[in-house]
């Protein structure tokens, strides 16, 4: 497995407090929410939006909190106003898939399949995953890509 190096990047972001099993439900209205906002403060994307899952156990009613992030540039950092915390994401050690098609399906045929290829290689995973919505048309879209992104040990590999 190849593990890459995700460098910091600077941040708008959210946090919305949800459980796997209700996740769509209570994002969908939160996040359209953040982007009217973004849009009303000029804000351009500075690369596709990013879903960050912490200390995650596999209990589908435990509750977390999901931090929702819109990478942005310095010019934008330093000028923004809006309602939404300034943040980074660190830098991350991670092995990174693309997954295609429906949302619905990415833990099992995304998620599923890394995590089992990180233990047949004794990869010890981190705290953290992200998702990168390279490309969204929709929860249920087939034409979705979207980067998972599994935090490992800057040892690994």
């Given at each position: 497995m190849y593990i890459e190096q995700l460098n910091e990047q600077h941040t708008i972001a959210m946090r919305i407090?949800?459980?796997?099993?209700?996740?769509?439900?209570?994002?969908?209205?939160?996040?359209?929410?953040?982007?009217?906002?973004?849009?009303?403060?000029?804000?351009?994307p500075k690369d596709p939006l990013v879903f960050v899952y912490r200390d995650l156990d596999g209990d589908i009613h435990r509750p977390f909190s999901l931090e929702v992030a819109q990478p942005i540039d310095e010019d934008t950092r330093a000028h923004y106003r809006g309602k939404h915390a300034l943040g980074t994401l660190k830098p991350m050690s991670c092995v990174q898939r693309v997954h295609q098609g429906t949302l619905a399906d990415m833990g099992e045929r995304t998620y599923a399949t890394m995590f089992a290829d990180l233990a047949k290689a004794g990869i010890a995973t981190g705290r953290e995953c992200r998702e990168v919505y390279t490309v969204f048309n929709g929860i249920d879209a087939a034409d979705n890509a979207t980067h998972v992104q599994i935090e490992v040990s800057p040892n690994a590999g």
């Amino acid at each position: 497995m190849y593990i890459e190096q995700l460098n910091e990047q600077h941040t708008i972001a959210m946090r919305i407090d949800t459980c796997l099993a209700t996740l769509t439900q209570d994002i969908a209205e939160p996040v359209q929410a953040f982007y009217a906002e973004l849009a009303a403060n000029g804000v351009t994307p500075k690369d596709p939006l990013v879903f960050v899952y912490r200390d995650l156990d596999g209990d589908i009613h435990r509750p977390f909190s999901l931090e929702v992030a819109q990478p942005i540039d310095e010019d934008t950092r330093a000028h923004y106003r809006g309602k939404h915390a300034l943040g980074t994401l660190k830098p991350m050690s991670c092995v990174q898939r693309v997954h295609q098609g429906t949302l619905a399906d990415m833990g099992e045929r995304t998620y599923a399949t890394m995590f089992a290829d990180l233990a047949k290689a004794g990869i010890a995973t981190g705290r953290e995953c992200r998702e990168v919505y390279t490309v969204f048309n929709g929860i249920d879209a087939a034409d979705n890509a979207t980067h998972v992104q599994i935090e490992v040990s800057p040892n690994a590999g």
